[in-house]
């Protein structure tokens, strides 16, 4: 069956410009993730869905960084204003229902970089 | 510090051969521990869960020590297709949030 899918999967631009990652997780599933991995890193997370409600956004590094799920299913995460330090690869992760023994699946990731 | 860490390595070792990963976190109150691997330039993917009491799937087996606050990963009989970068993770707090470390590099050579 299809797994979690992100576009685009690689995105240049330039510092000041505003990006939009998308996440489409896998059907049916309630809980969504976002986390950002910089290279040599683990992933680090940045926040949670449980379906249309973000509920953790603890994660996101500053104000510049915004997440939305607005149907429950498809999720967009918006950086404004770029900079140098946001390139990394963002990584989506859903999972069946929120309980610690359901497996987070991962996307491929969206890789950024800032120019 | 860190509430993760691992030994980045690279561990370079031969086909056959049994190699051992830890690593140690500091929050007590963790709930759930699990082993991730990633391939270059791909996304993690679920190797194994961790429990109390070890587990065993195949050539790897997990444990957990949760008095020293450390998981292992063992893998016996390594192969070339072991070559990843293998990730802890570990829930702690609510929503499920998962937590890694960077990753301990491995490289099975012939």
């Known amino acids: 069956g299809a797994g979690v899918s992100q576009s685009p999967r690689y995105k240049v631009a330039k510092r000041g410009q505003d990006v939009a990652l998308r996440c489409d997780p896998i059907s049916g599933h309630v809980s969504l993730f976002w986390y950002q991995q910089a290279l040599g890193q683990g992933p680090e997370f940045l926040t949670y869905?449980?379906?249309?409600?973000?509920?953790?956004k603890s994660g996101l590094p500053s104000d510049r960084f915004f997440a939305e799920r607005p149907e429950g299913s498809v999720s967009t995460l918006k950086i404004q204003r770029t900079q140098q330090e946001d390139s990394a690869v963002y990584l989506c992760?859903?999972?069946?229902?929120?309980?610690?023994?359901?497996?987070?699946?991962f996307g491929p990731g969206t890789r950024l970089t800032v120019l | 510090r860190k509430e993760v860490e691992q030994d980045p390595g690279p561990f370079n070792v031969p086909e056959g051969a049994t190699v051992a990963f830890n690593c140690t976190y500091s929050?007590?109150?963790?709930?759930?521990f699990f082993w991730y691997r990633q391939d270059c330039r791909k996304e993690p993917k679920l190797l194994m869960s961790v429990y109390s009491s070890g587990n065993e799937d195949g050539r790897f087996t997990a444990q957990l020590n949760r008095a020293s606050q450390y998981i292992s990963l063992l893998i016996r009989d390594s192969k070339l297709s072991d070559s990843a970068t293998y990730l802890c993770g570990l829930i702690s707090g609510g929503y499920n949030k998962l937590i890694f470390g960077a990753g301990t590099r491995l490289a099975v050579h012939p």
């Open positions: 869905f449980q379906n249309e409600a973000q509920l953790d």
């Open positions: 929050n007590s109150a963790s709930q759930s």
């Open positions: 992760a859903s999972s069946l229902v929120g309980g610690w023994d359901n497996e987070q699946f």
